[in-house]
């Protein structure tokens, strides 16, 4: 299947498994329809962007793209674009405080009239050119268009489109070791948080994109070094300044253990280990998948883990987490996607993101007019999955038109190896099910929803109880309003890389191919899910102990 093989030609009509691909048995919508549908989307998302616009962006300052014009001015000017150095400007908010090559994009811009409209338009391009590079269709761009932490981005004027942009670049790029290199090296200079993008370089075992990343980022700090008018150990105090004063008021973690009562250096390195413990678990995780599962897995660990790190997280950060996000919904050359409709975890964060923070000066008329358009966004791909779980039918719609075996021909696919011919079992209908001879593992059903029930009143238990802790340490010091967004983020974060663990699974039967990132794949890693009839007693079985059904 292709990338984009869950999307329609318009991006907005539902099409089953059968009615995907070419072959016998399998239609497609009619033209009338699929042409109405590419019609149609793009003046929705047009119609997006004009309601985000009028009732989001266009009523407030662009203070993030205001302080980087203001940047590009000076350096054009021959002045300085810092602020001096330990004074309350530093942490005011409408200071710069990135490196200094990351003014210079905005030299030529900031004598450009309109710059700060037309940075944001460039943002809307970079998301767009985002959702394109993942394979995605165009109700991917509706959700992340319409994520709150996009919109909140787009009323800043802040650098984290272009970073999600840059973010989706590099994992089609990964294979290919200078673009790689240097488009993380240009990452991790804009963002410093960004860092642990690097390790997953090395983790997954491509060494020449390592040594390119390392490179280009030694020469940036370099350059940036004999031109900036502030030393490198002056920018480390300032930014170090700045995490003590904005931290608590943001959502990271560190700024979370500062409100429950640690000191700025505790809760720095609390927040560090805590990314290096979810790093650590995702490359346990990694062990014995093959490599196209490792990358998403990892991919996901390290954009979480700096985020978790950062001492300053902003809500529009968690825009950056849609990138793996994307990356394993859609998969990619040697990548495949996650099973399941590829628009179902989008959604959930879409709407997880308006129930986190909202945009800035939201009038309760904005978030009933957000209320009205995120409904049919989110519930579409919710009811998809429903139906399809109603009718019997598989979550992956591969499992449902590509079985590894062929009835009659003597082969099962990914062994290699020719069946004897197996008595055949009789087919047992089971009642709502599309599948014969699943009247054994019918039982079983009850005890696995059961567990996985248990296990959800367990985590929802540690949660709350985590939560409740947090708030009632933070209300002691008078900061309890300001742990509940950073709790919460944490806690999203956390669920998109327990999500990430379970979507990266080497699906299908075993293809030759690369060893994993983490050494050679574990044959027990490599399972087939598609279910067979239920045998026959004395049934000849192949070599690999599976049976042919005739």
Not at 391 to 397: I, K
Not at 535 to 548: D, K, N, S
Request: aromatic share 6%; net charge positive.
């Amino acid at each position: 299947m292709t990338d984009a093989a869950h999307d329609d030609p318009g991006g907005w009509v539902e099409r089953r498994p059968e009615q995907r691909g070419t072959g016998p048995g399998r239609a497609r919508p009619p033209a009338a329809v699929a042409a109405a549908a590419s019609a149609a989307g793009p003046l929705v998302i047009a119609g997006l962007l004009a309601l985000i616009w009028v009732g989001y962006v266009a009523p407030i300052a662009h203070f993030d793209v205001d302080v980087f014009l203001r940047a590009g001015a000076a350096v054009a000017d021959g002045r300085d674009p810092y602020p001096p150095p330990g004074t309350p400007e530093v942490y005011s908010g409408f200071a710069f405080v990135y490196p200094y090559l990351v003014s210079l994009p905005f030299v030529p811009l900031s004598a450009l009239p309109g710059a700060a409209e037309l940075f944001i338009a460039l943002s809307v391009v970079a998301l767009l050119a985002a959702c394109r590079l993942a394979g995605a269709g165009r109700w991917t761009f509706a959700l992340v268009l319409t994520a709150s932490c996009t919109i909140t981005g787009l009323q800043m004027g802040t650098l984290n489109a272009l970073l999600f942009c840059g973010l989706v670049a590099l994992w089609r790029l990964r294979d290919v070791p200078v673009a790689a290199g240097v488009l993380t090296a240009v990452l991790v200079y804009s963002k410093l948080f960004l860092v642990p993008v690097v390790l997953w370089l090395a983790l997954t075992r491509r060494p020449r994109a390592t040594v390119v990343a390392l490179v280009t980022l030694a020469a940036l700090f370099g350059v940036g070094e004999i031109y900036s008018p502030v030393a490198a150990h002056t920018y480390a105090d300032m930014l170090s300044v700045l995490a003590r004063e904005e931290a608590p008021d943001g959502l990271s973690l560190t700024g979370l253990l500062m409100n429950v009562g640690l000191g700025l250096g505790a809760a720095t390195w609390g927040a560090r280990a805590a990314a290096g413990l979810l790093l650590a678990g995702c490359l346990w995780r990694a062990r014995g998948r093959s490599r196209a599962g490792g990358d998403g897995l990892l991919f996901a660990g390290v954009v979480a883990a700096a985020l978790v790190a950062s001492p300053i997280v902003w809500s529009h950060y968690l825009l950056l987490l849609v990138a793996p996000l994307l990356a394993i919904t859609r998969g990619g050359p040697g990548h495949p996607a996650a099973p399941g409709d590829p628009d179902l975890p989008l959604a959930l964060f879409t709407g997880g993101s308006w129930l986190l923070v909202t945009p800035h000066l939201s009038t309760p008329i904005d978030l009933l007019v957000a209320a009205v358009v995120l409904g049919p966004l989110v519930a579409l791909p919710l009811v998809r999955t429903a139906r399809r779980r109603r009718e019997g039918r598989p979550a992956d719609p591969d499992q449902a038109t590509e079985p590894d075996h062929v009835a009659g021909s003597g082969h099962v696919a990914g062994s290699g190896h020719v069946a004897e011919p197996a008595v055949a079992a009789p087919a047992v209908a089971v009642p709502g099910s599309p599948i014969p001879g699943l009247a054994a593992a019918e039982p079983a059903a009850a005890p696995r929803m059961a567990m996985t029930a248990l296990r959800a009143v367990l985590v929802a238990a540690v949660v709350g109880g985590v939560g409740a802790v947090c708030w009632i340490a933070a209300r002691a010091r008078g900061e309890d309003a300001r742990v509940v967004g950073a709790y919460g983020a944490l806690v999203g974060t956390l669920a998109l890389l327990a999500w990430a663990v379970g979507a990266s699974r080497d699906r299908g039967a075993a293809q030759p191919g690369p060893a994993g990132p983490l050494g050679p794949v574990s044959p027990r890693r490599r399972r087939v899910r598609w279910p067979v009839p239920m045998p026959a007693t004395g049934a000849l079985r192949t070599r690999t102990g599976r049976v042919h059904p005739q």
